[in-house]
C-alpha cells in the first residue's frame, strides 16, 4: 500500500468513526507492531483534510484510574499517579 492509499483509507475510516491508532491498524489488516508508524500518517492526514476545509480531531490519552489527560499523542504512564492503564487517543474528521 503507497502512502498516498494509505492516507486516503485512513481518512475514509476517520469520517465514518472514531478510532485509536491499533483500531486502525486492525482495520486496514496492518501489523499492530506498526502503530507507531499510524501516529506519523496521522500528521499527514491532518495537513490533506485541513486542505478540504475539514479538521482530524484528537481524544488524548487519559489515565481510566485518576482521569488525568496527557498532552502527547503516546502515553505509557500516567505522570500523576503514575498508573499504566492509559486509554489510547482517539482521533475522528469532522
Given amino acids: 500500500m503507497t502512502m498516498q492509499t494509505l492516507v ?9 468513526e472514531e478510532l485509536t491508532a491499533r483500531e486502525i491498524c486492525h482495520k486496514l489488516d496492518i501489523d499492530p507492531r506498526r502503530e507507531r508508524e499510524i501516529y506519523e500518517v496521522l ?6 483534510v ?7 480531531m484528537m481524544s ?3 489515565c481510566r484510574k485518576c482521569g488525568f489527560e496527557m498532552d ?4 505509557s504512564k500516567c505522570p500523576r499517579c ?9 482521533f475522528k474528521i469532522e
Wanted: aromatic fraction near 2%; charge should be positive.
Fill in 43 to 48: 500528521k499527514r492526514v491532518a495537513r490533506v
Fill in 60 to 62: 488524548p490519552p487519559r
Fill in 72 to 75: 502527547r499523542l503516546k502515553a
Fill in 82 to 90: 503514575k498508573s499504566e492503564w492509559i486509554e489510547p487517543a482517539r
Fill in 8 to 16: 486516503e483509507e485512513i481518512i475514509n475510516l476517520l469520517q465514518r
Fill in 50 to 56: 485541513r486542505k478540504k476545509g475539514k479538521t482530524l
